[in-house]
């Protein structure tokens, strides 16, 4: 059953791309990092013994190529970014992005994405120590990207206010965008990855805002070190059903009875 899940102004769907998207209306920038197969593809001289086929065996079924999923996303985004989008078939543009992880793997030192613009490309660097380690984030999911560098792509797009990332995942791009203060939309069909990218995005709204004004009125932003953030954000959260019902209420962590 799909269900919706609000939580300021993320809206977060358990459920699958294929039968989300088509009741959606169509939003600024797809920001996604679909499965890429890597259990299966990854392999010999690609990824070397110590590579991801290596520790998964075969492919996971979340990790299994969604051509359809990504074709519809961006056919319903003004600008994209795709991250894998090499391994599908995507038009060829002149713009792509790259995270450059300033260490060398057997799984690749760096990682692509394909965009749907022009222009020049452009390189995020961080290691990977310091995306997960030194920064205090953790990677709850085994692609996991870092939250800095999706606050990079929404960086380098500053006219999108509506973000979807069709495949959520853990819901780092759901992170950025409460961070930076943007409506999203999160699509996730995993049970378990879909709880953790809800807890995610509600610590991101719940964390204390270092530089906030003494008052700001609903729809105004506050800022969080060099963040916006929208001031109403954690105000409420629910759960809907596919026909709209509303089901069990879930609020923000901060508001929760126990929860320090």
Same mark, same amino acid.
């Given at each position: 059953?799909?269900?919706?899940?609000?939580?300021?102004?993320?809206?977060?769907?358990?459920?699958?791309?294929?039968?989300?998207?088509?009741?959606?209306?169509?939003?600024?920038?797809?920001?996604?990092?679909?499965?890429?197969?890597?259990?299966?593809?990854?392999?010999?001289?690609?990824?070397?013994?110590?590579?991801?086929?290596?520790?998964?065996?075969?492919?996971?079924?979340?990790?299994?190529?969604?051509?359809?999923?990504?074709?519809?996303?961006?056919?319903?985004?003004?600008?994209?970014?795709?991250?894998?989008?090499?391994?599908?078939?995507?038009?060829?543009?002149?713009?792509?992005?790259?995270?450059?992880?300033?260490?060398?793997?057997?799984?690749?030192?760096?990682?692509?994405?394909?965009?749907?613009?022009?222009?020049?490309?452009?390189?995020?660097?961080?290691?990977?120590?310091?995306?997960?380690?030194?920064?205090?984030?953790?990677?709850?999911?085994?692609?996991?990207?870092?939250?800095?560098?999706?606050?990079?792509?929404?960086? !380098?797009? @500053?006219?999108? %206010?509506?973000?979807?990332?069709?495949?959520? /995942?853990?819901?780092?791009?759901?992170? #950025? *965008?409460?961070?930076?203060?943007?409506?999203?939309?999160?699509?996730?069909?995993?049970?378990?990855?879909?709880?953790?990218?809800?807890?995610?995005?509600?610590?991101?709204?719940?964390?204390?805002?270092?530089?906030?004004?003494?008052?700001?009125?609903?729809?105004?932003?506050?800022?969080?070190?060099?963040? !916006?953030? @929208?001031?109403? %954000?954690?105000?409420?959260?629910?759960?809907? /059903?596919?026909?709209?019902?509303?089901? #069990? *209420?879930?609020?923000?962590?901060?508001?929760?009875?126990?929860?320090?």
């Amino acid at each position: 059953m799909t269900e919706k899940v609000t939580i300021g102004n993320c809206e977060l769907w358990h459920g699958d791309c294929l039968e989300v998207l088509p009741l959606l209306p169509d939003f600024d920038l797809l920001l996604t990092d679909p499965p890429y197969e890597i259990g299966t593809a990854w392999h010999g001289d690609f990824a070397g013994k110590n590579g991801k086929a290596a520790m998964w065996g075969t492919a996971p079924e979340w990790d299994k190529l969604c051509d359809d999923g990504v074709s519809l996303g961006v056919q319903k985004a003004r600008e994209a970014v795709v991250w894998g989008g090499h391994l599908y078939a995507l038009p060829q543009r002149s713009r792509w992005l790259s995270w450059d992880k300033c260490q060398t793997f057997s799984s690749g030192d760096f990682e692509l994405a394909w965009t749907n613009g022009s222009g020049a490309t452009r390189v995020f660097r961080m290691s990977r120590i310091d995306a997960y380690q030194n920064s205090g984030e953790g990677k709850e999911h085994p692609t996991q990207k870092p939250t800095a560098l999706m606050e990079w792509c929404l960086s !380098l797009h @500053p006219k999108a %206010a509506t973000v979807c990332d069709p495949f959520m /995942g853990s819901g780092t791009t759901g992170v #950025a *965008c409460a961070r930076m203060g943007l409506q999203f939309v999160g699509i996730e069909r995993e049970r378990k990855y879909f709880d953790i990218a809800c807890r995610r995005i509600e610590q991101a709204y719940a964390q204390p805002r270092l530089f906030e004004d003494a008052k700001v009125g609903a729809g105004d932003t506050a800022v969080q070190g060099d963040m !916006l953030l @929208p001031a109403n %954000a954690c105000s409420a959260s629910h759960r809907t /059903g596919m026909d709209g019902s509303m089901s #069990a *209420c879930r609020a923000p962590i901060a508001a929760r009875p126990g929860k320090k």
